[in-house]
């Protein structure tokens, strides 16, 4: 078979993976494109098939389940507001269940108490425990278990 037959069943598997994002056509992909290059290269059918077959096995039994199990995985660092979560902050202007002002990663934010019961006066060091719009909720860091 010729390498261009490969090379455009590479094509559509690989347009087919575009749509449908399950790692399946995209590695029958790849093993069109190593058949593609072994019919380059002037190996018989027979030989094309083998290639194929190979590389799609090793897709399948190696690189498939490696990669479900990265796509799986939480990722590791938090953007956005969710970075600020756990961070240590200096209360600046007193903090209370309805307002107060902290300075948290070099910025002020507006902040109220985690706990309604509580007021954390200025210089205390608080956690964020999570953040409510551009409002930091803040626990004092003396109080944690």
């Known amino acids: ?17 575009f749509f449908t994002l399950t790692l399946v056509f995209g590695l029958l992909a790849g093993a069109a494109l190593v058949a593609a290059v072994v019919a ?7 030989g094309q098939l ?4 190979a590389a799609a096995a090793a897709g399948f ?13 939480q990722p590791v660092t938090y953007e956005g507001s969710d970075a600020l979560i756990g961070k240590r902050a200096e209360v600046m202007q007193e903090v209370t269940a309805t307002r107060g002002l902290i300075k948290l990663s070099g910025e002020e934010w507006s902040a109220r108490a985690f706990d309604e019961s509580l007021v954390i006066p200025v210089g205390a060091l ?3 425990m999570e953040i409510d719009g551009a409002t930091a ?3 004092p860091r003396e109080l944690l278990p």
């Open 61 to 73: 039994l190696i690189v498939r389940p490696v990669a479900l199990r990265h796509m799986a995985q």
């Open 1 to 17: 078979m010729p390498w261009f037959v490969w090379l455009f069943a590479a094509a559509a598997l690989g347009a087919a993976e």
């Open 50 to 53: 083998l290639a194929l077959g």
């Open 40 to 46: 380059g290269v002037g190996v018989g059918l027979l």
């Open 126 to 128: 608080v956690d964020v």
């Open 137 to 139: 909720i803040v626990y």
